[in-house]
């Protein structure tokens, strides 16, 4: 089937179909799957909850839910994590300006302390999976953090994939050399001996922001956006297609001092 233009702004088609790039707030619906997406100006998204006939799989979370609490969907399995970085410790609250959000901390342990949220492995690269995150850090000093895509493990330090373990996240350490210890950062590793970390170019600092993280295996790449950006292209020292991911929030202290941030919502999908 060709794609097909019912009206300005909506398109329709196969899934099979390859979809055009089509500018922010343009719909595909897929008329073999029920599917509707929306177009944020470079990818595709699903509005809602797929339809019977689909294979995607789709999640929300969490308004101020601890973390314990299943939120649906893709993340019926989303729990605290407690491990070798110390017990997980949450917290829930609510902002005025920006509404209900989860606090995940590290407590006090000395260099190790760490917070994880995480579900069982479930995705790979060629599902093509995407996640939407708005957050918060609330302390800005001796602090590391990682949000996004990874093997199910605890990354710790700044070479935390040096001794394997896949990973396409955004975070910040405040011990790597200038100016990346004062910028947000992308962490990526491709299950080797590599820990890559680019710089965002953007400060990070206290205020509310949303990235953007996408597997996007037909052009053999991960993508991210912060805020309002432009999709930024990554294709070296990356999951490979198969490689085991889920979706992990967790932050270390490098001092004795509780270290937090703050999740106010987020998506995750997955093509299977």
Avoid: C
Avoid at 58 to 85: E, F, K, M, P, S
Avoid at 146 to 163: H, Q, S, V
Avoid at 166 to 173: C, M, R, T, V
Avoid at 178 to 183: D, G, H, Q, V
């Amino acid at each position: 089937m060709t794609v097909t233009t019912l009206f300005n702004g909506y398109l329709t088609g196969l899934s099979t179909d390859t979809k055009p790039t089509s500018p922010s707030g343009y719909r595909f619906y897929e008329t073999d799957l029920g599917d509707e997406l929306i177009s944020d100006g470079t990818y595709w998204w699903l509005r809602g909850y797929p339809s019977l006939f689909s294979t995607r799989k789709i999640g929300w979370g969490n308004w101020g839910r601890t973390v314990t609490q299943a939120t649906g969907g893709l993340l019926n399995d989303w729990t605290a994590h407690t491990g070798t970085l110390g017990a997980s410790n949450n917290t829930s609250g609510f902002d005025s300006t920006n509404g209900k959000y989860t606090t995940l901390q590290t407590g006090t342990t000395t260099a190790g302390g760490g917070s994880k949220v995480n579900v069982a492995a479930l995705t790979i690269r060629k599902s093509n999976p995407r996640i939407r995150i708005r957050f918060q850090l609330v302390e800005l000093t001796n602090h590391r953090l990682w949000m996004g895509f990874m093997t199910n493990l605890e990354p710790t330090g700044d070479t935390a994939f040096n001794a394997g373990g896949y990973a396409f996240a955004l975070g910040i350490s405040t011990t790597l050399s200038s100016p990346l210890n004062a910028n947000f950062v992308i962490w990526h590793a491709p299950n080797t001996t590599v820990t890559s970390v680019d710089d965002t170019g953007t400060a990070f600092d206290g205020n509310v922001h949303t990235v953007y993280l996408v597997g996007d295996d037909a052009n053999s790449r991960f993508s991210w956006k912060l805020d309002s950006g432009s999709y930024n292209h990554v294709t070296t020292n990356i999951p490979t297609q198969s490689g085991s991911l889920t979706f992990v929030f967790m932050n270390e202290n490098t001092d004795s001092l509780n270290k937090s941030f703050r999740i106010y919502d987020f998506m995750v999908q997955s093509d299977k």
